[in-house]
């Protein structure tokens, strides 16, 4: 397998078996024809760029059916009203502004430009997520980003001050194009911002779950400055984000129309001696996937002989990856909550854990619930002390395996 960014041949490092559609969420009618595919991350020794090597096709994880909103999450929502704020307090002139986001979902982001009349457009590939924007006023045209949009959209709108995404660019496997269309789009003082789970995190806290079909790369500083250079982009600035784990939000403009950050540098030294340049690195991630599967597992099967009740907080696009790499089925985890409608009555894909609206956790409590919403614990363990109060306790799989009350 090549590169998809400079087309040297990569190292796949392992494998995490065949995977469903991480938001593939399915009626027992459906079981016999799911859809799999071979997960297995690899790493380009030139480019510096961790990717997964096979990915479905677009259209089988973005459609009018795409089961994530942004919404289901408040503390997200404040973090983009936030993210919202500052691009505009750095990053818009004070003529002619326009914004374009990229996966623009329901418009939790592009509703705070919406709001004060600023000039915008959503892309956004999932037609029922785009058709929720629009309730918040949010302008979405639903299509995939690349240079031949960007050009339509350059004639239709003019010139953007910012392009920007959240959660969005790890998704894209073409990102030569979307660079292209960028570099078209942009005004010469334009700037692509934007960020993703990061890298040294996934590595740190073993978040192999940040890997499944929609994530086909995990970025760092080192590779976006490598993916983005080839069209003329310098990588000017990098605020690392708490969200989903661990984020980096990354700031490109055209070389040599902006000044450079000194966190820039300070980053890419810090990559080098986190080892994310090194093969062996991602040997011993491997390494600590296994180890993080096999204690989970051993929890799970512990609590069944015990006869404790185990249910699932959240099915997360995540929780696919770690129920399909760990074997999970409704054997060791009763059900899963969730708050999202669309998922609910339906069956995790691979899996065929059953969704359960979130009220039936609430009506009965269970002894331990799985937290796969691990990235939100904040927000969560916040709204849960009633289920605390009971006596209720958390299995938490990130960092490591433990029990938390
Ligand atoms: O990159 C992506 C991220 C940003 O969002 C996408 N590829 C898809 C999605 O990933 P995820 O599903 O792993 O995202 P979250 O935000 O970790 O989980 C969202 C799910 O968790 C929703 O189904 C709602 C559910 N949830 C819940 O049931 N109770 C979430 C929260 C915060 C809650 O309290």
């Given at each position: 397998m090549k590169c998809r960014i400079c087309s040297t041949e990569i190292t796949e490092f392992m494998t995490f078996g065949k995977m469903p559609?991480?938001?593939?969420?399915?009626?027992?009618?459906?079981f016999e024809d799911e859809y799999f595919f071979e997960l297995s991350p690899a790493f380009c020794d030139e480019c510096k760029t961790l990717q997964i090597v096979e990915q479905p096709e677009p259209d089988r994880m973005f459609?009018?059916?795409?089961?994530?909103?942004?919404?289901?999450s408040n503390s997200m929502v404040a973090h983009f009203g936030e993210y919202a704020r500052w691009v505009q307090e750095?990053?818009?002139?004070?003529?002619d502004q326009f914004v374009v986001e990229l996966g623009?979902?329901?418009g939790a982001m592009l509703e705070n430009f919406a709001k004060k009349d600023i000039r915008h457009l959503g892309v956004e590939p999932s037609g029922n997520v785009a058709e929720e924007a629009r309730k918040y006023g949010v302008n979405s045209v639903v299509d995939f980003f690349g240079a031949e949009l960007a050009g339509k959209v350059l004639e239709e709108y003019?010139?953007?001050?910012v392009i920007m995404a959240a959660n969005v660019m790890?998704?894209?496997?073409?990102l030569l194009s979307v660079g292209e269309g960028a570099a078209k789009l942009l005004k010469p003082k334009g700037v692509l911002i934007f960020e993703d789970p990061y890298l040294g995190d996934v590595i740190e806290k073993t978040s192999?779950?940040?890997?499944?079909?929609?994530?086909?790369y995990v970025f760092s500083a080192t590779s976006v400055a490598n993916i983005f250079g080839r069209h003329?982009?310098?990588?000017i600035d990098v605020l690392p984000q708490t969200t989903h784990g661990g984020s980096m939000r990354y700031v490109l403009a055209k070389k040599g129309q902006r000044e450079v950050s000194p966190a820039v540098s300070k980053q890419l030294t810090h990559e080098k001696n986190l080892g994310l340049e090194k093969l062996e690195t991602y040997e011993q991630f491997r390494k600590n996937c296994e180890r993080n599967r096999d204690d989970l597992v051993r929890i799970l099967k512990e609590k069944k002989a015990e006869g404790a009740r185990v249910v699932g907080y959240a099915a997360t696009s995540k929780s696919t990856t770690v129920l399909n790499y760990c074997s999970i089925g409704s054997d060791l985890i009763e059900y899963i909550s969730d708050t999202t409608p669309i998922k609910q009555g339906k069956f995790c894909p691979g899996s065929h854990i059953l969704v359960k609206a979130y009220s039936k956790f609430k009506e009965n409590y269970p002894?331990?619930?799985?937290?796969?919403?691990w990235n939100h614990d904040q927000e969560i363990m916040a709204n849960e002390t009633e289920y605390k109060d009971a006596g209720g306790k958390w299995i938490l799989f990130v960092p490591e395996v433990s029990i938390k009350s």
């Open positions: 559609i991480a938001n593939g969420f399915l009626e027992k009618n459906q459609h009018g059916e795409y089961a994530f909103f942004t919404r289901t750095n990053y818009l002139e004070d003529v623009s979902n329901d003019g010139s953007a001050d790890c998704h894209i496997p073409d192999y779950d940040q890997l499944y079909d929609e994530h086909v003329g982009f310098e990588l002894d331990y619930a799985v937290l796969f919403a």
